[in-house]
């Protein structure tokens, strides 16, 4: 059966037992090299949208932070104009009326003629766009613009004549009227009129590139601070979630090391609350760890193994990766044979306060993720998951048949009662918490790890044929349908993170 370590580990090991520590240490390195030659085999691409999508739900970044970070990293040299880019087509995508207003301001309307082609068909349409703004212009002031109207008949229109019958402009010869104005009648392009067709941002559209790159001039050659301003204002109103999924896949490696050094000055996790079973917490945590750009790799395996632990598995089972898959096996079989004590945790533990602190966090991790992958493949059937509860002292309460039992039997009414209180606690809570919390959007990414709860120490849980409420402590949540091998594992590297935590208190300059 799994042993998880879930209780306090027996710290009094003999000397004799280093030997298969060092042992368990060395097939952990091996299987971190195996699992990291199958994420990199077909590029790095995947990993890197796998710690993009990880940055993105983040929790602690201020919009005043978040701000400054992408700031920098568009005022910084060199320019980084695809970032630049990228930002501005979701600018114009979220927010189109604030760069019209700012379009409207400017006078480049050579490559938008088809914004003045949108006269009406006097059938009830009306002149829209540019065609509406000319029209208006031309009859207001006709005394200076009528005469640059160009028509495509032999003769042209007069003014009362098209005011009685507006489907006249349909014979408006757009191109050479509109070259006219350019030349002629540079009222036109600073009016309202003008102004106010450009306002909603639809011309935006017509050309999206060109627009980048008029913006981009503005932003890099011209330095105009309307754009600035607003691009300033939508970092800091678009959720962090969205930018991140949105703008950190334009950035080459070493502008995401640079991104992420950036965002190291505005997180700082505080290791008096342990807080493991957050994945927010834990990757602030891992990041704080792997502040050096040079251990981006190490970034990219941490984060895969903690939060990508299913996806790691797919790959290990892939047709192609027969290979790999028979090499995990044979090292996850030999680390069978040799975490059978229940001094292998603390032995483990021992090595990890001997290393630096991000090499720790890696070996738990990789161990994380020899649970999880333990789990899926002897964990089949609620006999099998009963099983577990029991070797590993954990109670559990089979939901459908309302019978509490733990690894001594059946508990009493006073227990059930309890556990009836705390799980109506939980749903009272999970009540409270559906009403405080908001998503907008585009951060709808949900958390694969669970969001542990210390307060309370009930765990529902469904797999398969069967449905359990666990009882751990600290470890509790209302989710239901969940992935066992997946949420078991991952407390398992919360509990073993606390542990060592508390080692590492003893230890100068650990943390």
Request: hydrophobic residues 35%; glycine residues 6%.
């Amino acid at each position: 059966m799994v042993p998880l370590f879930l209780s306090e580990p027996n710290w009094d090991a003999e000397e004799g037992d280093n030997e298969a520590s060092s042992q368990i240490v060395s097939l952990l390195s091996k299987l971190g090299s195996v699992i990291w030659s199958l994420m990199v085999s077909g590029g790095r691409s995947e990993a890197r949208l796998w710690l993009c999508n990880a940055v993105s739900r983040l929790s602690s970044i201020s919009p005043h932070h978040k701000r400054d970070v992408f700031m920098k990293m568009l005022t910084s040299k060199p320019t980084r104009k695809g970032l630049a880019s990228q930002l501005l087509q979701l600018v114009f995508e979220k927010r189109p009326r604030k760069v019209g207003s700012i379009l409207a301001n400017k006078r480049n309307p050579k490559r938008i003629m088809q914004w003045f082609s949108n006269f009406g068909d006097g059938g009830g349409l009306e002149h829209k766009k540019g065609a509406k703004a000319l029209s208006q212009f031309a009859f207001v002031n006709r005394d200076i613009c009528w005469d640059e109207l160009e028509w495509k008949g032999k003769h042209g229109q007069s003014p009362a004549m098209v005011a009685t019958k507006p489907h006249y402009f349909l014979d408006l010869d757009v191109q050479r009227t509109v070259e006219n104005f350019l030349e002629n009648v540079p009222e036109f392009w600073s009016s309202p009129e003008f102004a106010e067709s450009l306002k909603d941002g639809e011309i935006l559209f017509m050309d999206t590139k060109f627009f980048v790159e008029l913006f981009i001039d503005l932003m890099y050659k011209e330095d105009l601070d309307d754009i600035w301003e607003v691009i300033s204002e939508f970092l800091k109103e678009e959720s962090f979630s969205s930018l991140c999924h949105h703008l950190l896949i334009i950035l080459e490696e070493s502008e995401f090391c640079i991104f992420l050094e950036l965002l190291l000055r505005y997180i700082s996790p505080r290791i008096e609350h342990k807080d493991f079973g957050n994945s927010s917490y834990l990757l602030e945590f891992i990041l704080c760890k792997c502040g050096d750009p040079g251990s981006f790799d190490t970034l990219l395996l941490l984060n895969a193994i903690i939060n990508q632990r299913r996806q790691l598995l797919r790959l290990v089972n892939d047709e192609e990766c027969q290979d790999e898959n028979e090499q995990v096996k044979d090292i996850v079989s030999q680390m069978c044979k040799t975490s059978t004590n229940t001094y292998t945790l603390a032995l483990i533990l021992k090595e990890c306060t001997k290393a630096k602190p991000i090499e720790a966090i890696k070996l738990l991790g990789l161990y994380s993720w020899v649970i999880y992958y333990r789990l899926s493949k002897e964990c089949q059937t609620p006999g099998s998951w009963e099983a577990l509860f029991l070797s590993n002292g954990i109670s559990f309460h089979e939901s459908d048949k309302y019978s509490m039992l733990n690894n001594k039997g059946p508990l009493d009414e006073n227990d059930s009662a309890g556990d009836d209180r705390a799980s109506s606690r939980r749903r009272k809570k999970k009540k409270r918490r559906k009403k405080t919390r908001h998503f907008d959007h585009d951060s709808g990414y949900d958390d694969e790890l669970l969001d542990f709860d210390a307060s309370e120490r009930r765990l529902g849980l469904q797999s398969g044929g069967g449905s359990w409420l666990l009882s751990i402590d600290d470890f509790s949540t209302s989710w239901t349908n969940v992935d066992l091998p997946e949420h078991l594992s991952n407390h398992c590297l919360s509990t073993w993170m606390k542990q060592l935590a508390s080692q590492w208190s003893n230890v100068a300059n650990a943390w």
